[in-house]
């Protein structure tokens, strides 16, 4: 026999928002012709996705995403085990890193532009930066949470420190590298986005942007809902990805917040 279909709590309440989000707007309650009915929003959504445009925009903007998320993903671990095995370069570059991590991402943008201009470079300049800082900081709470009989084991058996550093404490490290990394995947998005808003003639960011000039609210909407619905399909795809990678981690009774 066929296990009846439960529906989580949360699905509930999303239902019942859009469902409320259709009623508020046919019924007038919002008072303004810039909250148009959800069923608007979604007719948009489908005739931009059919046409092609939102996906050729969703495309671009990953692909700058994703090339920011690996550059600062790869330097924030990098500089993260350096940091953490070599106290001298903390005590040399650390200031500079502690410096500049509390600027507003939205800030640095002008000064990218100025020397990078309006191209990709700047945009995944911007959302490595993002990703940069996360995978640092946890990196090196990662490497701090290695057990010390691990790597006296590794010294035991003769293993040299490069090897240890790659074979020994990057795997136990790797949770809560993978942890920055799911903080960094959301940030990149944003960024991403943000970017093109205030500096970009392509992408989300500038459809979302030309839609608010031409006053067509269905369209800025449908938008908002189609980044919505890639986050959360980035999010679960990476804890589906994450769970095959550190399935010892599970095993071991930890568990991932959806």
């Known amino acids: 026999m066929r296990r009846p279909v439960r529906l989580s709590s949360g699905v509930v309440l999303v239902a019942g928002l859009l469902a409320l989000w259709e009623v508020s707007a046919r019924l007038d309650w919002m008072q303004t012709p810039n909250w148009p009915p959800l069923s608007q929003v979604l007719a948009a959504l489908a005739r931009d996705i059919l046409s092609g445009e939102l996906p050729a925009l969703a495309g671009g903007t990953l692909l700058r995403m994703a090339a920011g998320l690996a550059a600062g993903g790869i330097a924030g671990v990098v500089v993260g085990l350096l940091f953490a095995t070599l106290p001298l370069t903390a005590r040399l570059f650390g200031p500079t890193v502690e410096l500049i991590r509390p600027i507003p991402i939205p800030a640095v943008i002008p000064p990218l532009v100025l020397f990078l201009g309006l191209d990709d470079a700047m945009k995944v300049t911007v959302v490595a930066l993002t990703a940069f800082f996360p995978l640092l900081t946890n990196t090196m709470q990662g490497i701090a949470a290695v057990e010390a ?110």
């Open 149 to 258: 009989e691990t790597l006296a084991m590794g010294r035991t058996f003769g293993i040299g420190p490069l090897r240890r550093a790659l074979r020994i404490t990057l795997p136990a490290a790797l949770p809560y590298i993978l942890a920055g990394l799911r903080v960094s995947l959301a940030l990149a998005l944003v960024v991403a986005v943000v970017a093109e808003m205030i500096a970009g003639e392509q992408g989300l960011g500038h459809y979302l942007v030309m839609m608010q000039f031409a006053g067509r609210a269905p369209e800025i909407y449908a938008a908002v809902v189609a980044l919505a619905l890639l986050g959360y399909a980035l999010n679960r795809g990476f804890l589906a990805l994450e769970r095959r990678a550190i399935h010892w981690w599970f095993a071991l009774g930890r568990q991932a917040e959806g």
